[in-house]
């Protein structure tokens, strides 16, 4: 079987009829800073071509978690600020402040901010997840994984193409790009995306529908030879994004609302407070009107034996977000999110290979602003008065340097090792929480004017890596490594009713253990497997306080401590040229072992605050995840092929220790399906496929706002879609 089919099918990604006609090329990583093939690297990982994309609907990088196993991608109550989680370690927090605990790059260029990844993913060259701290490869560090988003670059020949897929409820998707020299040095590739309409939700009360997309994404590249050593490469880009929000789902009986809702239904509302506060209509419904735009510069110079890279970087978002998280015609739990945010980053790199030694060391200077309101709806729950405002800014500095090298000792061994040091400051500016009637809501020692407060974090922290790789023989690599990940720490910014919810939580260190295999069977059989074990310190969770005053529960983010370990198995199966079969499967546990947290039920009886002790109780996240798929090529013409596919995925029971049993979310099959026809020089084709074909039911959380459970809601999955795609290349 063909290289390109077995890297990517490996990997849980999905083939589409593009990459079969550009079969005979191999996808490389760059997972260590230099071109391989994924089977010769020591990380466990997954690789996604931008063909690959385009079959499976990975229109938004959310969709990986159906693809790539121990990956959990959850948009937060149809927020557009996710929650990334790579092997049970992930971070919970809607507000816009805080650092993710996966690091997601596009072109090199960090995204510190979750809310900058929801764009359009469109001409890309590969995706690549990485399981597992990262850090000394990088000018980031984490304590996931990493998830890097290459995009197609500028070509030394005319090329252009695009693609149109339509689909249920009306949903159109398409992208085009054109690339080509401008002169002997200078190459540009322009390309551009949109995503309409796809409405599959509506209003009890009204009838009105919800859930159209109206998004729009453009990106320019320009790549110079500046010498024959040198290459500049200029990307400007930007998004729109004034999508209706997903509308969340009552599953239980109310006391204000005496009847749940069924698949698919929704409703919405504000108090009269909370409209004449943000301006929205009472009748308003979920919406987002964000947009951002970026510029970088990325320079390569080759030094003779050596690379020197500097990637500098401008990102820039503008979000504004009104989410209804009652599901209630009256408004209790509305939330309207104003946040502008801009990040410059600078990285200088310089990479070699020396005799036996492929080395990388580099610096990393980032500066992040960042001005929210978050303003949120209570007047439903405690009267008028309690539609409140939380504005703040929060300003973060950071400086890195790392260092990396992998030796080969002899044929059969290489050790790696690298280590990362990292300072950071964080200053949280002017937070206050204000009611529309009673003004200021919390107080401290160190405010200003007597309702802001001011926080500062600072933290320094060393993180590193040591390992082995043994290769016995060919297509056989094995690998251990010990390697320790570091989140950077952060502020709880939202509904500060008691200012003991403004201290700083902190930097949160994994100290990973992971040892694998990857090997290959000649054409026949390619099998990976890796297993790993976490000691989380410091890990950050969403907790609660309970404000006597008021008797509100509001959140909080604290440090616990806590363990996880589990497995990964990946196969693919080539029983002949024309048919493929991949499996892959994921297996996670942990439970805390210190964390003391907020007992909610007994604050609320008892009117002050309870905790409770949580050591030894499940971490809650899904533990098995199970991906596979089918795939057959059969010539119908001389020249002309047709092409099946059927692929699925399982997700795990998710349960939040901090809410009960009630709120678990069940476990869930999707499937779907393609058939693509089309010419073997993959000039065009054309598909009919379907998504979660069987039209399975499913949430992606669930949660409550209201305190008492009045109102349970959930976040549903979207039904079954099936649709068309036309794909033309030259």
Known sequence: MKKLILATALSGGVLSSAAF?????????????????????????????????????????????????????????????????????????????????????????AYPIP?????????????????????????????????????????????????????????????????????????VRLSGATAQGGAWQT????????????????????????????????????????????????????????????????????????AALTGISETQAPFRDNEGWGTSLTVNAGLGGATLTYIGA????????????????????GVFFQSSADVMSHELRLSGESGALNWVGGLYYSEEDLGELYQSDFAASFGPGFAV?????????TMAAYVHGEYELSPLVSLIAGLRYEDEERKLRDLGTFAVVTGPLNFANETIDGTRENRDLNSDNLSGKIGVELTPANDVLLYAHASRGVKSGGFTAYNTLNPNALTPFLPEKLNAFEAGFKTSFGDMLQLNGAAFYYDYKDQQVQSAIFDAGTGAVVGRIVNADSEIYGAELEAVLTPSPWLTIGQTFGYKTGEFTEFMDLDIAASTLAGMEVLTDRSGQDLGFPNISYLGFVEAETPVADGWSARARFDYSYRDTLSLPLLGAAYAVGDYWLANAQLAFGPDDGRWDLALWGRNIFNTEYDETRNFFITGGAADIAAPGAPATYGARVSVRY
């Open 21 to 109: 006609a550009q079969a005979t090329d191999e996808i490389f990583v760059t997972a260590q800073r230099r071109e391989q093939s994924p089977q010769d690297v020591g990380v466990a990982l997954n690789v996604f071509s931008g063909a690959d994309l385009i079959a499976q609907g990975t229109r938004k990088i959310n969709a990986l978690e159906n693809f790539s196993p121990n990956l959990e991608i959850e948009s937060q109550f149809g927020s557009g600020q996710p929650s990334f989680s790579i092997r049970g370690v992930g971070f919970r927090d809607y507000a816009t402040n805080n650092a993710p605990t996966v690091g997601v790059y596009v072109d090199d260029v």
């Open 389 to 397: 405002s939380t504005p703040y800014n929060q300003n973060v500095r």
């Open 203 to 274: 209003n009890r009360e009204t009838g009105e529908e919800l859930g159209d997309a109206e998004q729009y994404a453009l990106r320019g590249l320009v790549a110079v030879d500046v010498t024959p050593d040198v290459e500049a490469i200029f990307n400007l880009h930007g998004f729109i994004d004034q999508s209706d929000g997903l509308g969340l789902q009552l599953f239980n009986d109310s006391a204000f609302s005496p009847l749940a809702h069924d698949r698919g239904e929704t409703s919405w509302g504000s108090s009269p407070e909370f």
């Open 115 to 187: 809310a900058m990844t929801q764009g359009v993913i469109f001409d890309v060259e590969r995706v690549e997840v990485l399981r597992g701290p990262q850090g000394t490869l990088y000018g980031r560090n984490t304590t996931g994984g990493a998830i890097k988003i290459i995009s197609a670059q500028p070509t030394d020949e005319f090329s252009a193409g695009a693609v149109i897929e339509g689909g249920r409820f009306g949903r159109v998707d398409a992208e085009a790009f054109v690339s080509g020299p401008l002169a002997d040095n200078i190459r």
């Open 314 to 333: 401008y990102e820039v978002l503008n979000r504004k977000e009104f989410n209804d998280y009652d599901a209630l015609e009256l408004g209790a739990a």
